[in-house]
């Protein structure tokens, strides 16, 4: 296995280290240490993230310039990238419910383009990556980790009564709000570079 693919793999196990920081459970004794408290939980989770989304640039960058490019990795790279993204904003979603509709439309177009990919593949057909998408993904994880950045912040923490952590989070709501605009625009895009696929009058 090359390492492409193991920095994809250790990205599928981040995920699980991120998911069990960042998301809520039972206060059982076992997890009832200083360690586990919300705050330093916020911060292992950030950690972890960041450092996926590291192995994420990586993996792709390495595997393109030592042609190390492989099936395995195009099969499973996507679906790293999209369980990575969905827990964070699953993780979110905890914090206030107005990342619900950020989640719902960020999960719809990537449900959408990955169903556009699986049939342009059934015909031969590559669809590549748009830079609205790339875009998309880099303001996607620029929010992210700003939003988890305000998981951190000491809520007493202020400048002349301006709290830092409120700053926090209203930048990384700005940040999410392009991330999810992009997001719709480059879904538009990608369905109607696609179009010839889904035309009813397009005979196999």
Same mark, same amino acid.
């Given at each position: 296995?090359?390492?492409? /693919?193991?920095? $994809?793999?250790?990205?599928?196990?981040?995920?699980?280290?991120?998911?069990?920081?960042?998301?809520?459970?039972?206060?059982?004794?076992?997890?009832?240490?200083?360690?586990?408290?919300?705050?330093?939980?916020?911060?292992?989770?950030?950690?972890?993230?960041? =450092?996926?989304?590291?192995?994420?640039? %990586?993996?792709?960058?390495?595997?393109?310039? /030592?042609?190390?490019?492989?099936?395995? +990795?195009?099969?499973?790279?996507?679906?790293?990238? *999209?369980?990575?993204? $969905?827990?964070?904003? %699953?993780?979110?979603?905890?914090?206030?419910? =107005?990342?619900?509709?950020?989640?719902?439309?960020?999960?719809?177009?990537?449900?959408? =383009?990955?169903?556009?990919?699986?049939?342009?593949?059934? *015909?031969?057909?590559?669809?590549?990556?748009?830079?609205?998408?790339?875009?998309?993904?880099?303001?996607?994880?620029?929010?992210?980790?700003?939003? %988890?950045?305000? +998981?951190?912040?000491?809520?007493?923490?202020?400048?002349?009564?301006?709290?830092?952590?409120?700053?926090?989070?209203?930048?990384? /709501?700005?940040?999410?709000?392009?991330? =999810?605009? %992009? $997001?719709?625009?480059?879904?538009?895009?990608?369905?109607?570079?696609?179009?010839?696929?889904?035309?009813?009058?397009?005979?196999?």
């Amino acid at each position: 296995m090359n390492l492409p /693919n193991k920095l $994809t793999i250790s990205r599928l196990v981040l995920v699980l280290v991120f998911a069990f920081f960042a998301f809520p459970f039972p206060e059982y004794k076992i997890f009832s240490g200083a360690f586990f408290t919300g705050q330093y939980r916020a911060f292992v989770a950030l950690i972890v993230y960041i =450092v996926a989304s590291i192995t994420d640039a %990586l993996d792709g960058h390495i595997a393109r310039k /030592n042609n190390l490019v492989t099936n395995f +990795g195009k099969f499973l790279d996507p679906i790293a990238d *999209k369980l990575l993204v $969905t827990s964070a904003l %699953l993780a979110l979603m905890t914090i206030s419910d =107005v990342y619900l509709w950020a989640t719902l439309i960020i999960l719809a177009r990537e449900f959408i =383009v990955s169903a556009i990919r699986m049939m342009s593949a059934s *015909k031969g057909v590559v669809i590549p990556a748009g830079m609205l998408g790339k875009l998309k993904m880099i303001f996607q994880t620029i929010a992210i980790i700003t939003l %988890l950045v305000g +998981g951190i912040v000491p809520v007493k923490w202020n400048i002349s009564g301006v709290y830092l952590v409120d700053v926090v989070y209203i930048l990384g /709501n700005i940040i999410l709000f392009i991330a =999810v605009i %992009l $997001t719709i625009v480059s879904g538009i895009q990608y369905v109607y570079n696609s179009r010839h696929l889904l035309s009813t009058k397009n005979n196999d």
